[in-house]
């Protein structure tokens, strides 16, 4: 059976001073299959869009924000990842520059920036624990993983450079 997951943008804004990222605490909606978690910006890809108009769309949709410099970090493969069990493919990036200032909530939650030393402490999808250190590391290289879910956990966590 062909793999055809959700397309899906994943986008973590910086500081000026690039010690602290922008982060949706999901707690706005009690339906939420992600409530009560901290998660990075972004959502589906629209049909007649790339991945990086679908991250600056998603950024400006969630945050009120124009990103003006984004830095590709990698692409997750999430099979089974979804509140039904759907397969996602996420392009996963880091917004280093933008114009605006950032919404204070939006439909999803709270907005809050948060130091990234200290993202391990907040509560989070245990995968989001495994990908994040190559989100900010120094390697250039862009990172490519796979990420299976099956009820609602993390199975396993392999990737490449």
């Known amino acids: 059976m062909p793999y055809t997951p959700i397309v899906a943008t994943l986008g973590y804004v910086l500081s000026a001073d690039a ?3 922008l982060m949706v605490h999901r707690n706005a909606r009690a339906d939420d299959h992600q409530l009560g978690k901290y998660n990075g910006l972004g959502g589906k890809i629209e049909p007649d869009e790339d991945v990086l108009a679908g991250m600056r769309r998603e950024i400006h949709e969630e945050a009120g924000i124009d990103c003006t410099a984004l830095t590709f970090r990698g692409t997750i493969s999430w099979p089974g990842f979804g509140k039904h069990c759907e397969d996602w493919l996420g392009f996963v990036f880091v917004i280093t520059c933008y114009e605006g200032i950032p919404l204070e909530s939006n439909a999803e ?9 200290r993202l391990h402490e ?6 989001d624990r495994e990908f ?13 993983g796979v990420m299976p879910y099956r009820d609602g956990r ?5 990737f490449s450079r």
């Open 19 to 21: 010690r602290r990222v």
């Open 109 to 117: 939650g709270a907005l809050e920036w948060v130091d990234i030393d």
């Open 122 to 127: 907040l509560p989070m999808w245990e995968g």
């Open 132 to 144: 994040l250190p190559l989100v900010f590391d120094d390697d250039p290289r862009p990172f490519h």
């Open 154 to 158: 993390m199975v396993s966590w392999k």
